[in-house]
């Protein structure tokens, strides 16, 4: 039996947004009661175009972002019962830049070495140590502890942000967007290093991104959100199979292939993103749906779990 390492339940987080000048604010609900189950050993793709509030979501796990509504279980219990100490040593971010992630004026080894400095664990042979046995790990040679960040590549530097969520040995790992600021050349290389780690150390993973080839590489079960909910949801091979939900199809034929006789993919979605700030009524996706007709424009769908395949839609 799976077990459950990370659980939200009915996740909500609005924001007041100023309107302009003398007209007050007004609410942006960027997650509507988003529930996502993360188990032990696995990894998670939360997949959707910006704004779509994967990183809301992100940060109210991480703790940088109170939720308005709804509950988050980490490893069986309330995550209000976990310190915030706990929780920054067992849940552990890598984020999108790893350039503006790091801070510029300290050196690698002191960069890597931060969170053993914060939790007091060990002393300086100690930690030094585990410093270089990490950086080993991630392929970062030692020579490297006395560097900056702005002398290394990008690749090098999301290794140091990856050194650095893996020095405590977390139980979970958000990556948020991890290589989408890398060169191609290197997304392979980082993707590849995650994958290595994730057998090697038994780690889980919730990997935030808009790209589906990135999920293909690295997932095993793909949740894909649509202006703060979760419209689909299903095991990887499943769900790039046979899609159920519009946008779905839509996001996996914008994945830009290497043949180049068949130039720029076209989703069929247009240009114009809703408003989160007034959002459409009924299913939010129908003004960009091709299959949306007078039902869709009225009522919610309803999730449907059939075989272990979640969908939102009236034409699942």
């Known amino acids: 039996m799976t077990t459950a390492l990370l659980q939200t339940e009915d996740i909500t987080k609005v924001y007041q947004v100023s309107a302009?000048?003398?007209?007050?604010?007004?609410?942006?609900?960027?997650?509507?009661?988003v529930s996502i189950q993360v188990n032990?050993?696995?990894v998670v793709g939360l997949v959707g175009e910006s704004g779509c509030g994967k990183s809301t979501i992100a940060k109210i796990i991480l703790g940088l972002e109170k939720a308005t509504s709804g509950q988050i279980y980490?490893?069986?219990?309330?995550?209000?019962?976990?310190?915030?100490?706990?929780r920054a040593r067992r849940i552990q971010p890598i984020f999108q830049d790893p350039y503006s992630s790091l801070n510029p004026r300290k050196s690698i080894g002191s960069i890597i070495s931060l969170p053993y400095r914060v939790h007091q664990i060990g002393n300086k042979s100690e930690m030094r140590t585990r410093m270089t046995e990490i950086m080993d790990t991630v392929g970062l040679p030692p020579r490297f502890m006395s560097s900056y960040p702005n002398q290394l590549s990008g690749g090098q530097r999301q290794r140091v942000a990856i050194a650095r969520a893996?020095?405590?040995?977390?139980?979970?790992?958000?990556?948020?967007?991890?290589?989408?600021?890398?060169?191609?050349?290197?997304?392979?290389?980082?993707?590849?290093?995650?994958?290595?780690?994730?057998?090697?150390?038994?780690?889980?993973?919730?990997?935030?991104?808009?790209?589906?080839?990135?999920?293909?590489?690295?997932?095993?079960?793909?949740?894909?959100?649509?202006l703060g909910r979760i419209v689909e949801e299903?095991?990887?091979d499943k769900l790039l199979k046979?899609?159920?939900?519009?946008?779905?199809?839509?996001?996996?034929?914008?994945?830009?292939?290497?043949?180049?006789?068949?130039?720029?993919?076209?989703?069929?979605?247009?240009?114009?993103?809703?408003?989160?700030?007034?959002?459409?009524?009924?299913?939010?996706f129908h003004p960009r749906c091709p299959e949306a007709d007078d039902r869709c424009?009225?009522?919610?769908?309803?999730?449907?779990?059939?075989n272990d395949h979640m969908v939102a839609c009236y034409f699942a």
């Open 20 to 33: 302009g000048l003398f007209k007050g604010k007004l609410p942006l609900t960027a997650a509507n009661g």
């Open 40 to 42: 032990r050993g696995e």
């Open 74 to 86: 980490f490893d069986g219990q309330p995550m209000t019962n976990i310190d915030r100490k706990e």
């Open 166 to 226: 893996l020095i405590m040995k977390p139980d979970l790992v958000i990556c948020d967007e991890p290589t989408s600021a890398l060169d191609v050349s290197v997304q392979s290389q980082i993707l590849n290093l995650l994958l290595d780690l994730r057998k090697n150390r038994g780690l889980t993973y919730l990997i935030i991104t808009h790209d589906l080839s990135v999920v293909e590489h690295i997932a095993s079960r793909v949740a894909v959100m649509y």
């Open 234 to 236: 299903a095991a990887t």
């Open 242 to 284: 046979n899609p159920r939900h519009p946008y779905t199809r839509a996001l996996l034929t914008s994945v830009l292939t290497p043949e180049p006789r068949l130039g720029l993919p076209e989703t069929h979605l247009g240009i114009a993103y809703p408003n989160p700030i007034d959002p459409p009524p009924g299913c939010t």
């Open 297 to 306: 424009k009225k009522a919610r769908p309803q999730p449907i779990d059939e």
